[in-house]
């Protein structure tokens, strides 16, 4: 079945700094790629996904990247804001189930 | 709407007890998960339905039983609870395939002693 791998587990970061997150997959067939945010004690709450029929999506301060050659995809967030902080979980799919990554715990300092 | 919602909050399970947890979701979504979340772990498909009457298997779905008689309603059953199934329980809809947004409840805590 589908593996994913999501790096890195914790990554702090000053407010206004940008922060990236990377995931690999391992199955070729895979074709959607969606990002999840998870607040403290809350539920994941999609933010952004992507597609294997385009190598790019942006929304305001957030962007995806995809690789398939490589079978990577990033998550990119720039001029991060203290309500940044949280769970981030990426996830790969080609039909029926997600596979999500181990998540990625994001920390914005004031 | 209220979305996806899930019952009990929290529950403590003696080793070997059953229980059923909730879920209704009211947008109307063929899709629905159970989904269970260890720390640090991310998030494990349990079980899936892509409609009322059907069922099939996740990552994980040992230890667990789901129905799905209406579009509605998708509880899950654990049956002889074991401290391996202590965790939090996420339920989830989508509206028509896997690849779209999906909608999570507010989740279900889970401890077994």
């Known amino acids: 079945g589908e593996n994913v791998e999501q790096h890195p587990s914790t990554l702090s970061v000053q407010e206004g700094d940008s922060a990236v997150i990377k995931c690999t997959y391992s199955?070729?067939?895979?074709?959607?790629f969606p990002w999840y945010k998870q607040e403290l004690g809350k539920r994941p709450q999609l933010i952004i996904d992507?597609?294997?029929?385009?190598g790019e999506k942006k929304d305001q301060r957030i962007a995806v990247t995809l690789n398939k050659t490589a079978k990577h995809f990033s998550l990119h967030i720039t001029e991060t804001q203290p309500e940044d902080s949280a769970v981030y979980f990426c996830?790969?799919?080609?039909?029926?189930?997600?596979?999500f990554g181990k998540g990625t715990m994001l920390l914005v300092s004031p | 709407n209220a979305g996806v919602t899930q019952t009990p909050k929290f529950r403590i399970l003696k080793i070997g007890q059953s229980m059923t947890l909730q879920c209704t979701q009211d947008?109307?979504?063929?899709?629905m998960y159970w989904y269970r979340q260890d720390p640090g772990m991310g998030l494990k498909l349990i079980y899936y339905?892509?409609?009322?009457?059907?069922?099939d298997k996740g990552e994980v779905p040992n230890g667990y039983n789901v129905s799905r008689s209406t579009t509605e309603d998708f509880p899950l059953r654990l049956e002889l609870a074991a401290p391996s199934q202590t965790s939090v329980y996420f339920c989830?809809?989508?509206?028509?395939?896997?690849?779209?947004?999906?909608?999570f409840g507010p989740g279900t805590r889970l401890l077994v002693l």
């Open positions: 989830a809809s989508s509206p028509s395939t896997v690849q779209e947004t999906q909608y």
């Open positions: 199955d070729s067939a895979s074709n959607y």
């Open positions: 992507i597609r294997s029929n385009v």
């Open positions: 996830a790969a799919s080609r039909g029926s189930t997600l596979t």
């Open positions: 947008m109307n979504h063929n899709y």
């Open positions: 339905s892509v409609g009322a009457g059907i069922t």
